[in-house]
């Protein structure tokens, strides 16, 4: 499945460093995700881009930053995490925003807090 | 909000029909009834979604009944391939644009 790319696929830092996370895709799609996936939780809805302009926030703290540069790229900003947003952070994309449409996920960055 | 609970995990044998329920008592009348399933190291994948009866499609069907506070995935004749975490995802279509997922049900299929 190429449809949605993520990277890195793992990442560990400390929580005074500064990482984004990259997802690309590729199909063609005008709206873009950012979700939170912690062990044995649903998954979390972070943010939300429909056409490049945020359409959501669910009250993510503010040391999680998103940009959304073109409908083909999706970043998550990182700076002063804590040890509890270690999880593993999935990036999906639709061809809109309107339910129902079906979501095409990426692979997901595993990412571990130290 | 549609809050969802499914079973946290069930087993089954190969060439078995898998049925996985999920509820959802505050499910809204716009809302769609979507599955996915999740692989290890692997984003969720679609599988099939509903609004209200059946539909099915290659690989499940997805039964809803007429009050829809309950969905049931039914996979015909698993193999162990269908071993994964099935997510039951209801779709709230309003200006808050909520996503709720399930916690998922993790499903492992044994020879």
């Known amino acids: 499945e190429t449809g949605v790319t993520q990277t890195p696929r793992h990442l560990v830092m400390g929580m005074t460093n500064k990482k984004s996370l990259k997802c690309e895709q590729h199909l063609g799609h005008n709206a873009m995700y950012w979700y939170k996936q912690s062990a044995k939780k649903p998954l979390e809805l972070m943010f939300v881009y429909s056409l490049e302009e945020r359409v959501e926030n669910n009250s993510v703290p503010s040391r999680f930053s998103p940009e959304c540069p073109n409908s083909s790229h999706l970043f998550l900003h990182l700076h002063t995490l804590q040890p509890e947003d270690s999880a593993l952070y999935l990036c999906?994309?639709?061809?809109?925003?309107?339910?129902?449409?079906?979501?095409?996920f990426g692979p997901g960055t595993r990412l571990t807090v130290l | 909000l549609a809050k969802t609970t499914q079973p946290i995990s069930m087993d089954s044998y190969e060439g078995q029909e898998v049925n996985i329920t999920c509820s959802h008592n505050n499910i809204a009348t716009n809302d769609y009834i979507t599955w996915y399933q999740q692989f290890p190291s692997q984003g969720p994948r679609f599988i099939i979604q509903g609004y209200k009866t059946k539909v099915t499609n290659e690989v499940a069907s997805l039964f809803i009944p007429a009050d829809r506070k309950s969905s049931t995935l039914s996979l015909p004749r698993v193999s162990l391939s269908d071993t994964a975490v099935y997510y039951c995802?209801?779709?709230?279509?309003?200006?808050?644009?909520?996503?709720?997922w399930g916690a998922g049900t993790k499903l492992i299929i044994k020879p």
């Open positions: 995802l209801v779709g709230v279509v309003d200006s808050n644009y909520q996503l709720i």
């Open positions: 999906a994309s639709s061809q809109g925003v309107a339910v129902p449409d079906t979501q095409y």
